[in-house]
């Protein structure tokens, strides 16, 4: 077990440097400037801009800027923002847990929304349930969040007057109404994002399922007298799982994309939203490690992916 | 079959009702703002009083295109390398699966960015100017989505060059070429194709995030997901205006989905038995 | 039998819907089963045997499944009682044990976890009581240190002992009457009697009823106390097993019996015999036809195969470094010559398969040396390999798998001409025709697809592909082990035939002994990736010398009731595996022969006689 | 009005027979108003007005929570590095200038005890000096006394160009020195008619010397209240998440007595401009937004809910079209839109001229801008006196079609006109923004209709504005025919504004495409009243030297100015604020309050 984990990690190494070799050639060559605002400005003289663009280094050859960049990571100096002149690792740790949890609480919701429905459909195929489940999930991924989430907006905010569209992270209020408060504020976001999943996975749960439905075992299970639910549950839906939590792992980066699309409606802070901002901003340096916190999520999920696939497969053997 | 003929009717709507419904996309009518459906424009008006119907078909010609060139793009990419490696005995796989794990943690939009700026006029001399365009944004989506098709052609190749066919082909003297071509690749395509419908609605739903984001196509190219991102200011007063084309996109990807159903049923050799 | 039948089945009809058309599949099928009787399902694939035991737990699939008749247990109609009963008796009054052990057991769950399931809830028990009888059970069923056992997974055990623990848990509420659905089907021959031997001892311990469904007579001889035949869903024949085997009635059991292989039948016969053809109105056998003797003594073998080795490589760890190897084929020789048949027999694993496709390299050997006509395989390039491979080909064992299913069987024939560059694609066509008659099907067949076959026909479209190019060798891999008995025996006539015709020389891989004794002119035993005991066949199963052809001969279940063999000691050895470490060198092997060409590998124990060195 | 009369207007201020508000409405009829009317005023020895919000609270505090939304999210909080008016806006919270403008354009003190004038002695007859004299008893928020060395700390520390400070402009050619410790004085290098630069508004504000004073130069990034700002402002900061949120509390020693009204305050960014509307005006989560760039028909539905109000205030900026007479198509010493080049068509007037009437100005304010911008003629518009008097623009169809139809351009076959082989076809380039996009398609329209063919370009705006000199979408590049922008005016007084028009600024290869004047359109007349306007101290002169560079541009249709731009903003019903377009939005938020 442990050397697995180990070897899992080790061949992690040269994948994120990888990563970063070409994320940071795509960003270098990438047109744009961190000081855009400065330009329409008569009171700003062009020297200052030449100057900062001197200053932050723009101007060196992308091998110089990787080198330097790949040092000063080393060290565990994440760098500099240009647009906020702050250490980019503080700028990203102030978003993380923000985006871990909208993400998290989202992808739970899905798994809550797409197993049971999932499940319950195959196990009837071509049913009433079933049709009006798959449509359901088609409706589900026709729509793009953006447009799910304004539809949100306008129906939970401004009809109903229900829940709060700007996620606030500095809410004063004490105690439960603190968690209350929290709540609400994530309750569209994490909706958006998770219905949009659900309804990929919903198809992924269903197919599995179907194909573990028709294998001997589950015969076997039957022929002892379980009753449906039992044999559902604990014979079909544990195996049905493994071929998902690969796809699932699959879908990470979508899930990021998808969040990043979502934390800008909903002004969640998070690391998508410093990523769009910082992207339409230029600054590079935040750019880079966003993507590269992204990247190391990616794989961080696909190694949870594999010890999920261990824990849930016993024939997969660790050694 | 009905989802065959609703994506029928869709490709012909947008190849052959700018013919029947010979409306300019960008007349603008300050009179007719925001007009819900009418006679004159039976798919109501934008907030310039352009007509929605010709605007449809028009950016559906580029939507439907960009869907199923990205399809293509990522499929024939991921076959390829997909086939590479499943085939490949030692080195090359991890390698290739290497390269596939790390396309999966590349950002999509700095990406854009760059090849935005990198291709552009390059591509406008050629292709002009929605052609150009047209072709980023097409290996884009479709260079970001090849991976899982990589993947999926790839354990395909692994099962089934185990299989006794391709054995049996193998004893009979044939070149790995011909085992590939001829057996392997026809037998792994019919789960590819399924998740090329996959691949098309999300190509359509990737365009239509890359204008939310603003760089999809110029804005005044009407693409489905450009007039969703337009509309939805004003979903209160003019619903219709996103209604179009949230339903045609909708459709689409239902359809297609549905054919992809359909083909993994056709493609199943055991349901002939 | 006696007064009160267990189980009485009465006008039982199974029917499926298939594309909204309802499609019977077993037509009302009658008989019932005593108590503490086995009563076997014997027929053909497709006969409908499996379905009817299905049926009667009402285990097809509910929407699209309808059944009718009576199923009496103990004064119930099964088929009338609502579902929830239903499950009561599953499990509890009826168990049901399934073909494929690899398969009926979850993965995912513990042994003793599936095994206890049934007892929580059928008999109540707590976790705790449970567990303790599961233990018992496994003990019953002889699996070794049952107690440590009870928490390992499924995947820890091999096939056999998988069976074990489904009659374990098929016992585990003490039925009234157990089904066995083809049990045995899918084990080692010496498997195969281990478990038909523990049905037994646990039927007289525990008093209940079996009721057995096979396709093999041999096991119907062995096991059954009276037989129901079905052929195309319905019962054609019931009675006694002894009845059935001295006197059959209905044309299809006689014609059934007749093309069984039985072991010992071709002493006396200096050549492989065919089957004899059978009258298909009267099931009554023409008398078989004697084949004269096809080797070219004199001439140089095709084969000749010496000190060939293969071994796979297991790799883990952190670097992904070998940590042992599978000594799948370790110094095998052997020579075959033209018109000769050389029969490879053992049971999974021996590693009879990768010898075959060594010889062919389609797997590369590790060492040794491949001779065909002369001709060093092991030197060639890759190209002049794939030029050389025409004049080996191969059938394999599943003819469906071997077929491309996109492909239609015209092109599939015509393949290797093609691929060799033999012919335009006009005379392609006119050969194609002319291979399809020889192997006895009709030419204007080459248009369809694979699935349009049936399992025979498919085989003689596979030996037809592999004659196209005319070769000198075959290898037929467990060529018609997948087939049922009736189309066994004619694709075993055509393959002699074919010999006859072609002067080929097949390597013929399987572990039937019943067909080997048939078709072959010598016989080589693999055990443990070795050959233990080679030399002509009346010699192997005249005079056995090596334990374990000893051990494999007797294993072998006789088809016929009256010669039913004496209880063996209940044996649980299991197969043991060929993987060594990496430092291990296997041990300088010693042969003796014992006749003209009959040579015996010499044990540790052996006694020193006559001693060949390995040549 | 002569400069005469002019001039005894503004005596009869001075000696009190005329109001000063009569003064302005005088000159507001003369189209010639309020800004400069008090710069005006204030160099003739007048004081200042003040058009702020009066504050009614009597008590400072009890106002509870401050909610501000700012679409785009500030990022830093050092004011002299504030990049956007974002930033400068969150800086402002916590750092004051020693005066602010307000929406009318007076300059009112804030750190200063009162504006410089004449009459007080802070301004000199030469021009050349300004002495400011300090508020006393102003403490920053830890404690320590604010004093003129703070003052002239700030300017030392903005003008170190290794500090690289977006103010540095202000302060390159003045020399500052203290007087005593709440007096300075400002000595400019030549006679500066505009003297309200240094330590005034955006670029004003003045940072404490005991926080930063180690932090000057290269060290400046380093110092850790760029982030933990310590200032004199009406709230005192608590936390800071750049790019999210952004919250203050009550400076309870504000040294304006009972401001401010709230105890906290909280500026929340991110998102886009609509659903920060939607969040004032119809949730009413928050209390203001700001810079709301969305169509004025869009806000007007929001506002019917009744829970907030549209505000608008006037600014300098101008959304105008530059026609480019030289050519982009050709490369000419490794650049295109070289001065060395003409354009094939656009060179033409004539051509020039017929697009002009092409632009459907009335139809692109009411339809698109509605109160976000005045359709105009001139480039310059605010203050209005700087504003010609004589450009007129109109829209018609068919006298282009006539002007081009006798200077020669036929129409083809594809209905496109041409001349000698030139087609009239141009690429019409600009940023990616919603308006901006509109406002392309209905010139296209009506360029069709004329027989000229354009092709709509839109950039992304970080590369459009950006200063990379590898990159050729960059606006002042101008590889295009024709392109569309907002140009800042960052005072009111559009002095270095208009060194857009000056030959010298040109951009080019050899100043990387820095320079100002994007056009590469040049005139000696312009340049030459340029010179003479800079060192002119009468402003009535001065304004009419202006005026003039304005109208030759104008004349020439090489720029082709749309709309004169407005600020808007949003709050609650019951938020009583006061947003400059001359400052920025929070400039003067110590006195905003709720009833």
Redesign the interface.
């Known amino acids: 077990m442990a050397t697995y984990l180990l070897r899992r990690f080790l061949i992690a190494i040269p994948s994120l440097l990888g990563i970063s070799l070409v994320l940071f050639t795509v960003l270098a060559l990438a047109p744009g400037d961190p000081f855009e605002e400065l330009a329409t400005n008569p009171n700003v003289p062009p020297e200052v801009r030449t100057a900062l663009r001197a200053k932050f280094g723009i101007d060196d050859p992308v091998m110089v800027r990787y080198l330097r960049w790949l040092a000063a990571m080393a060290q565990g100096d994440w760098g500099f923002s240009f647009a906020s002149r702050i250490d980019v690792d503080q700028l990203i740790l102030q978003r993380v847990p923000v985006t871990l949890f909208v993400i998290g609480s989202s992808q739970i919701l899905a798994l809550a929304i797409a197993l049971p429905i999932g499940i319950y459909a195959a196990m009837r195929p071509y049913s009433v349930f079933d049709q009006i489940a798959n449509t359901l999930a088609f409706v589900g991924f026709s729509l793009p969040t953006f447009f799910t989430g304004l539809l949100f907006i306008l129906l939970f905010s401004i009809q109903l007057d229900w829940l709060p569209f700007v996620y606030r992270s500095d809410i004063s209020a004490e105690g439960w109404r603190w968690y209350w408060e929290h709540l609400r504020q994530a309750i569209m976001p994490i909706m958006v994002l998770g219905f949009f999943q659900a309804a990929s996975y919903t198809r992924y749960v269903r197919s599995s399922v179907l194909d573990v439905a028709r294998l001997d075992y589950v015969t076997t299970a039957r022929a002892k007298g379980l009753d449906e639910r039992t044999v559902t549950l604990r014979h079909v839906s544990r195996n049905a799982l493994i071929p998902v939590v690969t796809l699932v792992a699959l879908q990470m980066p979508a899930v990021f994309g998808g969040a990043i699309v979502t934390e800008q409606i909903f002004r969640v802070p998070g690391i998508g939203s410093l990523l769009i901002s910082a992207m339409l901003a230029n600054d590079t340096p935040v750019i880079m490690a966003v993507t590269f916190v992204f990247a190391c999520l990616v794989v961080l999920f696909n190694l949870i992916a594999d010890l999920l696939y261990g824990w849930l497969d016993p024939r997969i053997s660790f050694g | 079959m009905a989802s065959t003929g609703v994506l029928a009717i869709l490709v012909a709507g947008v190849l052959v009702g700018p013919l029947l419904w010979p409306v300019p996309i960008d007349e603008i009518d300050f009179s007719a703002r925001l007009a819900t459906p009418s006679a004159d424009h039976p798919f109501g008006t934008d907030d310039l009083g352009q007509d929605l119907l010709a605007r449809m078909m028009y950016g559906g010609r580029i939507s439907l295109a960009v869907g199923f060139a990205a399809m293509l793009v990522a499929t024939v990419v991921g076959t390829v390398i997909g086939a590479i490696a499943g085939m490949s005995r030692r080195y090359l796989d991890p390698v290739l699966m290497w390269v596939t794990d790390l396309f999966l943690s590349l950002p999509q939009l700095p990406l854009l960015l760059l090849v935005i700026y990198l291709f552009r006029d390059e591509l406008k001399a050629v292709f002009g100017v929605e052609g150009g365009v047209f072709i980023m944004i097409v290996v884009v989506i479709g260079g970001l989505r090849w991976m899982p098709v990589a993947r999926l052609v790839r354990a395909q190749f692994l099962s089934l060059r185990e299989k006794e066919f391709v054995e049996a082909v193998r004893a009979m003297g044939a070149s790995r070429w011909r085992l590939v071509v001829r057996h392997i690749l026809p037998n792994a395509i019919g789960p590819v194709i399924v998740a090329g419908t996959i691949e098309v609605s999300a190509a359509i739903i990737a365009e239509s995030t890359l204008s939310f984001l603003g760089l999809g196509f110029p804005p005044d190219i009407p693409t489905w997901g450009r007039l969703l991102f337009d509309a939805k200011d004003h979903l209160d007063v003019a619903p219709h205006w996103a209604l179009f084309p949230g339903a045609a996109i909708f459709l689409t990807v239902l359809s297609i989905n549905f054919i992809g159903d359909g083909l993994r049923d056709a493609f199943d050799p055991r349901r002939v038995m | 039998m006696t007064t009160h039948p267990v189980l009485s089945v009465d006008k039982l009809s199974t029917a499926f819907r298939v594309e909204r058309r309802w499609r019977e599949v077993v037509r009302s099928v009658s008989f019932t089963i005593g108590p503490k009787e086995t009563v076997a399902l014997v027929g053909e694939s497709g006969s409908g045997k499996s379905v009817t035991a299905l049926s009667l737990m009402r285990l097809t699939p509910r929407d699209s499944s309808r059944i009718t008749g009576s199923v009496i247990l103990g004064g119930r109609d099964l088929l009338q009682l609502p579902d929830a009963a239903m499950r009561q008796v599953r499990g509890d009054e009826i168990a049901m044990i399934f073909q494929e052990p690899m398969t009926s057991l979850n993965p995912v769950l513990t042994i003793g976890f599936q095994i206890a399931e049934a007892l929580i809830l059928h008999r109540g028990m707590s976790r705790a009581e449970a567990e303790a009888e599961t233990v018992r059970l496994l003990d019953k069923v002889r699996i070794p240190a049952a107690t440590s056992r009870i928490h390992d997974y499924p995947h820890r055990f091999s096939g056999g002992m998988r069976q074990r623990v489904m009659i374990a848990m098929a016992l585990a509420c003490r039925p009234k009457l157990l089904i066995a659905d083809e049990p045995t089907t899918a084990l080692d021959v010496t498997i195969q009697a281990q478990i038909l031997e523990l049905i037994k001892l646990l039927q007289e311990e525990e008093g209940m009823s079996v009721l057995f469904i096979t396709h093999d007579m041999g096991v119907v001889a062995e096991i059954a106390d009276r037989t129901v035949v079905m052929y195309g869903g319905e019962a054609v024949e019931t009675g006694t097993t002894a009845d059935i085997f001295a006197r059959p009635a209905h044309p299809y059991t006689r014609m059934l019996l007749s093309a069984v292989p039985r072991l010992g039948s071709m002493a006396g016969h200096p050549h492989p015999v065919p089957f004899p053809k059978i009258d298909r109105t009267t099931g009554l056998p023409a008398p078989p036809e004697e084949i004269p003797d096809t080797v070219a003594r004199a001439e140089r073998p095709v084969l000749e195969v010496q000190d060939l080795t293969t071994r796979f490589e297991i790799r883990g760890g952190l670097l992904g470094r070998a940590r042992g190897r599978v000594h799948a084929v370790e110094k095998v020789s052997f020579d075959l010559r033209q018109g000769e048949t050389l029969a490879l027999v053992g049971e999974s694993g021996c590693g009879k398969s990768t010898t075959g496709r060594s010889v062919m390299r389609l797997i590369e050997p590790l060492s040794g040396s491949v001779l065909l006509d002369g001709e060093d395989i092991m030197a060639l390039g890759e190209r002049e390999l794939r030029e050389r491979r025409r004049k080996m080909q191969m059938i394999f064992q599943d003819p469906f798998a071997s077929l491309d299913p996109r492909m239609t069987v015209g092109a599939a024939i015509a393949e290797p001409l093609v691929i060799n560059r033999l012919a335009s694609r006009a005379e392609a066509r006119e050969k194609t025709a002319e291979l399809l008659r020889r192997v006895g099907l009709s030419p204007d067949m080459a248009g369809r697809f694979p699935h349009e076959f049936s399992g025979g026909q498919r085989q003689r479209i596979c030996i037809a592909r592999a004659l196209a190019v005319r070769p000198r060798l075959i290898v037929a891999d467990e060529s018609v082990s997948a087939l049922d008995v009736s189309v066994k025996a004619q694709v075993v006539n055509l393959m002699l035939e074919l010999q006859a015709g072609m002067k080929l020389a097949y390597l013929f891989i399987s572990h039937d002994m019943a067909v080997v004794e048939r078709v072959s002119h010598r016989v080589a035993v693999m055990y443990l990736g070795e050959i233990v005991e080679i030399g002509p066949r009346a010699e192997i199963f005249g005079n056995p010398q090596h334990s374990y052809t000893r051990r494999l001969l007797e294993a072998v279940p006789v088809p016929d009731p009256a010669r039913r063999r004496e209880k063996h000691r209940l044996s649980n050895e299991e197969l043991k595996s060929p993987i060594r470490p990496l430092d291990y060198v296997p041990p300088e092997r010693l042969y003796r022969e014992v006749s003209p060409g009959h040579m015996v590998q010499v044990s540790d124990s052996a006694p020193p006689l006559p001693v060949v060195a390995a040549a | 009005m002569t400069e005469h009369e002019l001039r005894d207007l503004i005596a009869e201020v001075a000696e009190g027979r005329l109001s000063r508000r009569g003064f302005v409405r005088r000159m507001l009829a003369l189209g010639l108003t309020a800004p400069m009317a008090g710069m005006m005023l204030a160099h003739s020895g007048v004081a200042f007005a003040d058009a702020t919000l009066p504050y009614k609270p009597t008590k400072a505090g009890g106002g509870g929570?401050l909610k501000v939304?700012l679409w785009?999210?500030p990022?830093?909080l050092?004011p002299h590095?504030a990049?956007?008016?974002k930033d400068q806006i969150a800086s402002r919270i916590f750092f004051e200038p020693l005066a602010g403008w307000d929406k009318e354009g007076n300059l009112i003190p804030q750190l200063a005890a009162e504006v410089p004038s004449r009459e007080n002695g802070g301004l000199s007859a030469d021009g050349r000096e300004v002495t400011w004299k300090l508020k006393r008893n102003v403490k920053w928020h830890d404690g320590k006394p604010f004093t003129a060395d703070d003052v002239v700390f700030t300017a030392e520390y903005a003008a170190d160009?290794a500090t690289?400070?977006?103010?540095?402009?202000?302060y390159?050619n003045i020399k500052v020195e203290k007087i005593d410790d709440h007096t300075v004085k400002i000595t400019f290098r030549e006679p500066t008619p505009f003297w309200a630069d240094p330590f005034v508004g955006?670029?004003g504000q003045i940072l404490p010397k005991h926080h930063f004073g180690e932090y000057k130069g290269a060290k400046s990034?380093e110092a850790p209240a760029?982030?933990k700002p310590v200032g004199t402002g009406p709230y005192k900061f608590v936390?800071f998440?750049?790019?999210?949120?952004l919250?203050g509390e009550r400076n309870p020693d504000y040294h304006v007595p009972n401001q401010p009204f709230f105890d906290r305050l909280?500026v929340?960014?991110?998102?886009?401009a609509?659903?920060a509307a939607?969040?004032v005006l119809?949730?009413g989560?928050?209390d203001y937004a700001w810079n709301l760039q969305?169509?004025d028909?869009?806000l007007k539905?929001m506002e019917t809910g009744g829970r907030g109000r549209v505000s608008t205030v006037v600014s300098g900026d101008i959304e105008f079209i530059i026609l480019n007479t030289t050519d982009p198509w050709t490369e000419v010493d490794g650049e295109r839109s070289s001065v060395k080049t003409k354009h094939p068509t656009l060179s033409d007037p004539k051509v020039r001229e017929a697009i002009n009437l092409l632009i459907d100005r009335d139809?692109i304010q009411?339809?698109i801008y509605g109160r976000g911008g005045t359709a105009t003629a001139s480039f310059v518009n605010q203050p209005p006196r700087f504003k010609s008097q004589k450009l007129k623009y109109e829209f018609s169809i068919e006298k282009a079609n006539k002007i081009l139809d006798d200077a020669g351009y036929k129409r083809g076959s594809d209905g496109i006109r041409e001349k000698d082989g030139k087609k009239l076809k141009y690429v019409f380039q600009t940023s990616?923004n919603?308006p901006r996009?509109?406002t392309?398609?209905?010139i296209?329209?009506a360029c069709q209709r004329a027989g000229i063919d354009l092709?709509?370009?839109?950039v992304?705006?970080?590369?459009?504005?950006?200063?990379?000199v590898?990159?050729?979408?960059t606006?002042?590049k101008l590889y295009c025919d024709m392109e569309m922008?907002?140009?800042?005016?960052?005072?009111p007084d559009p002095e270095?504004?208009l060194?857009?028009f000056v030959s010298w600024e040109i951009a080019n290869k050899e100043?990387?495409w820095?320079?100002?004047n994007v056009s590469r359109y040049s005139d000696p007349a312009a340049d030459e009243a340029y010179r003479a306007a800079q060192k002119e101290l009468d402003p009535v002169k001065r304004a009419a030297l202006l005026i003039k560079v304005n109208e030759i541009f104008c004349e020439a249709h090489v720029i082709l100015p749309l709309l004169s731009r407005t600020r808007v903003a949003a709050g609650a019903s019951n938020l009583m604020f006061d947003h400059s377009g001359w400052d920025v939005d929070t400039w003067n938020i110590a006195a905003w309050y709720r009833t």
Request: glycine share 8%.
């Open positions: 929570l939304l785009q999210a990022t830093l050092n590095f990049s956007g008016t160009p690289a400070a977006f103010t540095t402009g202000a390159t955006v670029t990034r760029n982030l936390d998440k750049p790019g999210d949120v919250t909280e929340k960014g991110g998102g886009d609509v659903s939607r969040a119809q949730t989560e928050y969305v169509e028909d869009v539905r139809s009411k339809f990616i919603a996009q509109k392309q398609a209905i296209k329209q092709e709509l370009k839109s992304t705006a970080s590369v459009f504005f950006s200063s990379d590898a990159n050729p979408d606006y002042t922008y907002t140009t800042t005016q960052p005072q270095r504004f060194n857009q100043n990387k820095l320079g100002r």
